[in-house]
C-alpha cells in the first residue's frame, strides 16, 4: 500500500505492507470546515465569549492605541490576511481609524521575518497599510509589569504595555509543554523578554508540562498569571481560530482572553485527541509539511506527540524537510555538545530558553530511536543523536532488521497538530 506523506511543500510516498499497519492516525472528520470564514468571525466579534462585543468595546474606550498581536511564520496561517481583513473591517465600523492601530509580531525567541515573508504571511496591501513592529526578547526598552507569583518577572514589549487596548490572534492546538497554543501564548512567550521566557520554559523539567495537558501544568499557569497580568491594565480581546489536518478553519472563537480560549480548547480536544489502545514498536510521523517542518526544532512537536503512542526501545521515523535548518542554535548546541545523560541532569535554573526543547528531546532519545528523514545533513544529524536516512523507503528494510518482518507501527501524517492518546 502506498501512503503519501507531506513533506515541506511537496510528498514523499511510503510504501508499506499492509501486515505492518496498525492504523494511519487522521484528526477527527466530525467537524466540517467553515466555508465562510468571513462571516464566522464576523459572528463571533458581534457575539464573543465571556466579553462584550468588539465594537462596542471600541466605542466605548476609543482607544488611541489599539494593539494586534500576530503570529509568526512558524503557525499555519495560510489565510491570515482574510482574519486580520475582518477583524480591521470590524474595527473600522466601531469608528477606529488605521493610524491608532499597530501589529506587534510575537516571535517569542523565534527569528524574526524577511520583508518577502511579511508581504506572504499577512498580504502586501496590509503591511502597506499599517505599521508592523517585529518583536525582540533582547530590547533594551521592554516594561516590566512586576513578579509574577513564581517569582518570575514579567518583561514585556513596550508597545504591548503601553496599548490602551490589546487583540491578540492564533490558533489553537496541541503544544508539547505548555498543553496547547493560542490565548494567554501571545503573551508570554509570544511578546516576552528573553529573561522570563527562559524562566518559564524551564519547567519543563517539573511534573505536569505535557503535551494536550493543562491542568497542574506550571507552564501553562505562569502563562495564564501573566496574561492576566496585562489584562489587569487593558482590556485584552482574543481572537482563535482552531485548524483541520489540512490547515483550513474549523473553529474560531472569540471574545475575553481566558474564557473565549477555553472554549477554543473543547473544540480542539475533539479534533486533535486520537485514542489507540496500545503502544507501537514504530511510529512514522510527517510534521503535515511547511511550516511546521521548517526547522528541526519545530519538528521537535510532532516527535513528542509520536513518542506518546511509541514503546520503550521503539523507533520513531520523523519526515521534516527542515529548509531552514535546526533553526535554534542553542537547541542545536545542547544536543551536538552533550551526551544525553548530561542534558537530563541539568538543573532547573541551568536551562536556557531553546535548551528546553533540547531537555524534551533528548528524555525521548533515551526512551528509543529517533530516524529523521530531512535535507539536513547525516553528520549534523547524527551529531544531535538522532539516527539519519536519505529516504523514507530507505528506512522500511531497517526496521524489519531491528523489529522483525511483521513489525507494527502507527502512521501519523499531520504529528504538529494531533493528540495520541493509550486507552
Known amino acids: 500500500m502506498e501512503i503519501k506523506l507531506k513533506y515541506g511543500e511537496s510528498t514523499q510516498i511510503l ?48 482607544p488611541n492605541n489599539l494593539v494586534i498581536i500576530v503570529e509568526d511564520i512558524t503557525r499555519p496561517n495560510p489565510d491570515y490576511r482574510e482574519i486580520l481583513d475582518s477583524l480591521i473591517e470590524e474595527l473600522k465600523i466601531a469608528g477606529i481609524s488605521d493610524e491608532k492601530i499597530r501589529f506587534i509580531i510575537a516571535y517569542g525567541t523565534h527569528r524574526q521575518h524577511r520583508a518577502e515573508e511579511n508581504k506572504k504571511i499577512y498580504g ?38 503601553q496599548a490602551d487596548f490589546l487583540i491578540a490572534t492564533g490558533n489553537i492546538e496541541p503544544h508539547a509543554f ?25 519547567k519543563v523539567c517539573r ?46 472563537v472569540a471574545g475575553d482572553f481566558e474564557k473565549a480560549f477555553f472554549a477554543g480548547i473543547k473544540i480542539a480536544q475533539s479534533l486533535y485527541s486520537v485514542t489507540v489502545p496500545e503502544k507501537a514498536e514504530v511510529v512514522i510521523s510527517s510534521c503535515g509539511g511547511y511550516p511546521k517542518d521548517i526547522n528541526l526544532y519545530q519538528s521537535q512537536k510532532t516527535i513528542t506527540a509520536s513518542a506518546e503512542i511509541t514503546k520503550e526501545g521503539g523507533t520513531i521515523v520523523l519526515l521534516a524537510e527542515c529548509r531552514d535548518g535546526v533553526g535554534q542554535p542553542v537547541f542545536e548546541k545542547w544536543l551536538r555538545k552533550h551526551h544525553l545523560e548530561e542534558i537530563l541532569h541539568k538543573k532547573e535554573e541551568d536551562i536556557e530558553v531553546e535548551g528546553h526543547r533540547a531537555y524534551l528531546t533528548a528524555k525521548i532519545l533515551k526512551k528509543c530511536e529517533v530516524i529523521v528523514v530531512s535535507s539536513l545533513a547525516k553528520e549534523l544529524v547524527e551529531e544531535m543523536h538522532f539516527s539519519y536516512k536519505k ?33
Open 207 to 252: 511534573r505536569g508540562t505535557e503535551i494536550g495537558k493543562l491542568e497542574n501544568n506550571p507552564i501553562h499557569e505562569e502563562m495564564l498569571e501573566a496574561a492576566h497580568r496585562v489584562a489587569s491594565t487593558k482590556p485584552f480581546f482574543i481572537l482563535n481560530v482552531i485548524r483541520n489536518s489540512t490547515k483550513e478553519i474549523i473553529g474560531i
Open 15 to 62: 510504501k508499506l505492507e499492509e501486515k505492518n499497519l496498525l492504523r494511519v492516525l487522521e484528526l477527527s472528520t466530525q467537524r466540517e470546515k467553515i466555508t465562510n470564514p468571513r462571516e464566522e468571525i464576523k459572528k463571533v466579534l458581534k457575539n464573543p465569549i465571556g466579553s462584550e462585543p468588539l465594537k462596542e468595546i471600541a466605542e466605548k474606550i476609543k
Open 124 to 161: 502586501e496591501a496590509l503591511i502597506n497599510r499599517f505599521q508592523f513592529i517585529d518583536h525582540n526578547p533582547d530590547a533594551d526598552d521592554l516594561i516590566s509589569l512586576g513578579k509574577l507569583s513564581t517569582g518570575n518577572e514579567l518583561w514585556i514589549n513596550k508597545y504591548v504595555a
Open 178 to 202: 505548555a498543553g496547547y497554543g493560542g490565548g494567554r501564548k501571545a503573551i508570554l512567550p509570544g511578546v516576552s523578554g528573553r529573561k522570563t521566557i527562559t524562566k518559564n520554559h524551564s
Open 391 to 423: 529516504d523514507i523507503n530507505e528506512i522500511l528494510s531497517y526496521l524489519r532488521k531491528k523489529h522483525g518482518n511483521n513489525f507494527k507501527t502507527y502512521i501519523i501524517p499531520n504529528g504538529a497538530a494531533i493528540l495520541p492518546i493509550v486507552k
